[in-house]
């Protein structure tokens, strides 16, 4: 696979670090890559768009789902998490999540994460929707991702891993085979670096979260604008499943015309009881699936529209008000205080919900060892797409398989340094040309993208939808380049236009994506073809980008994913001497 020579335009790299390894994120994915590399005597280096703690894990309420109760095993989450993904998992993938994610879990405990307990003093579990079993560890009632991130940064700045906080990766470093060698990267204000620099190292690990961001809203931070999805595919990475986007069923609605992140309620509400209700105090998910409120999150979404649809409403309710103070306050205290913060208090009205955009269940196409279609590039966390999710992401399983992945993503890196696959010396990358190959899009385009992602490519679709957003996303892009190969002009390079410009590249794959896949399946809800067509479908989408900036999009031939690498030939036989 080689790259395809677009670059974001930014000026050349004024400074540079080496390194063996640069992780790009600060989740739990990239925190676990960076300890297990920095355990191993790797140099690495964090790159970070915020500050440490400031990634999507932090805002995970729920908790992570592993086979750690007793009766509970690994084989039975396989069985939900292959339900849930409506028959697209690639089934070695998910029995390498729940078979290595209980050891995982302990040794994230070991590392300092602390989840609540029960009064005999185990882990205490609670269920979430598609989970037949009471398998979710939580910490601190719903702030689980924040407990999470805790303890990793703290034990990523007690062992010393250099970081870069504040920085935006702009693009991938090549050398001369196409192999990894670093990436370009820009420091917004002051501070040891600033401006355009360079981490030069011949192992990147992408785990730069999520980009619900191209929607309206969202219950993604504001710097999920798939930054590392866009640059995978400027890199000439595979990309697939990107038209299962999970819009989370129960998102506090803030009114019609809210726009960014939105409050999350959590699914674990549900699992300890909460009721959908209409406005008239009916529960219609009784009897729509046989979990009813905790059915896999496309079905409740699904289920609150189709409500919404009949009754002409803007939103649905839930309804925790037999919980009662005391367990709101202890239980979910961080839900508490984002409903009462906007007017609403659980405890005595129906919180009112609607889906928004959650989670990406496809990103950058990896293998088992978390390895991209480039060599020396790696990726894991939501930006990637190990096969696990399928068509729809098993409620709290995003947090396991971060862990998981990025635990053989460090064992593969430290596997391949030492036999010599990966150069021990940090690699020479091309020259940067300084030439604008990719048009920058104003800063307010964003917001024009995400209106048409939200009203073509949202909860519902159809082939008029998708195709009238198609054509809108081109227009924008065809302007934008029009501009730069007509007089020379784009925008000027910053974070704005630089996430502007990534939002336009992950928004295009998208939706050629959905419109090829005429069916409904998992979270991908075609109103034109409302029904599963396993005979055509039951396989997956996978695109990369051109160098003249078109999209190849192709299928697999089945649910699992062919390999990222061509297989290493045979060792010749030694002849006698």
């Not at 499943?241 to 989370?248: M, S």
């Not at 940067?432 to 995400?450: D, S, V, Y």
């Amino acid at each position: 696979m080689t790259g395809t020579g677009i670059r974001l335009h930014a000026p050349a790299p004024g400074w540079s670090v080496d390194a063996d390894v640069v992780i790009v994120g600060s989740g739990v994915a990239g925190l676990t890559a960076a300890l297990r590399c920095q355990d191993a005597g790797l140099s690495t280096v964090v790159v970070t768009k915020a500050r440490l703690d400031d990634g999507s894990t932090r805002w995970a309420q729920g908790g992570i789902a592993a086979a750690l109760g007793e009766g509970d095993t690994p084989a039975q989450h396989l069985d939900d998490t292959l339900v849930a993904g409506a028959g697209l998992c690639d089934e070695e993938a998910v029995r390498i999540l729940v078979t290595e994610g209980p050891a995982a879990v302990r040794r994230l405990m070991d590392t300092g994460a602390r989840f609540d307990t029960d009064d005999a003093g185990g882990i205490h579990l609670t269920r979430e929707g598609g989970h037949h079993r009471r398998r979710i560890a939580h910490a601190g009632g719903d702030a689980t991702g924040a407990e999470i991130s805790r303890a990793l940064v703290e034990a990523v700045r007690a062992r010393g891993v250099r970081t870069i906080e504040h920085a935006l990766v702009l693009d991938l470093l090549t050398d001369a085979e196409g192999h990894a060698a670093g990436v370009t990267l820009h420091v917004m204000g002051e501070g040891r670096h600033d401006g355009v620099g360079a981490v030069h190292a011949p192992a990147v690990v992408l785990a730069t979260g999520g980009m619900g961001q191209v929607f309206s809203a969202t219950t993604n931070p504001s710097v999920s604008t798939g930054d590392g999805v866009a640059l995978a595919l400027r890199a000439g990475a595979e990309v697939a499943d990107l038209e299962f986007v999970q819009f989370h069923p129960t998102v506090l609605f803030l009114g019609a015309d809210a726009e960014g992140q939105q409050p999350l309620v959590s699914e674990a509400v549900r699992g300890e009881g909460a009721h959908l209700v209409d406005a008239d105090g009916v529960r219609f998910m009784a009897g729509r699936h046989e979990l009813a409120e905790l059915a896999p999150r496309d079905v409740v979404a699904k289920g609150i529209l189709r409500r919404m649809l009949e009754q002409d409403a803007e939103h649905m309710y839930l309804d925790a008000r037999h919980f009662g103070a005391a367990m709101w306050e202890q239980r979910f205290p961080t839900i508490l205080a984002a409903c009462r913060a906007h007017g609403i208090d659980p405890v005595t009205e129906p919180v009112p919900v609607a889906p928004a955009a959650h989670y990406a269940s496809g990103g950058v196409r990896t293998d088992s060892r978390g390895r991209t279609t480039v060599p020396g590039l790696y990726a894991c966390g939501e930006v990637a797409c190990t096969g696990v999710h399928g068509a729809n992401r098993l409620a709290s399983n995003s947090l396991l398989e971060g862990l998981v992945y990025a635990e053989r993503i460090a064992a593969d890196i430290v596997r391949e340094r030492a036999d010599g696959t990966l150069a021990p010396r940090v690699p020479r990358p091309l020259p940067h040309t300084g030439r604008p190959a990719e048009p920058l899009l104003a800063p307010e385009t964003r917001f024009a993208i995400q209106r048409i992602m939200t009203e073509g490519a949202g909860v519902l679709r159809s082939d008029a939808s998708l195709a009238t957003a198609a054509d809108r996303l081109e227009r924008l892009h065809a302007e934008a380049l029009g501009a730069l190969e007509e007089d020379g002009k784009t925008a000027e390079p910053g974070v704005d236009t630089w996430e502007a410009t990534n939002l336009l590249c992950v928004a295009r794959v998208l939706v050629a994506a959905a419109r090829m896949r005429t069916e409904t399946r998992g979270c991908h809800w075609r109103e034109d073809h409302a029904d599963r067509d396993d005979a055509r479908w039951r396989r997956h989408i996978v695109v990369r980008l051109n160098p003249d900036r078109s999209l190849a999009v192709h299928t697999t031939d089945s649910a699992g994913f062919p390999p990222t690498r061509p297989k290493a030939p045979a060792p010749r036989p030694r002849q006698e001497q």
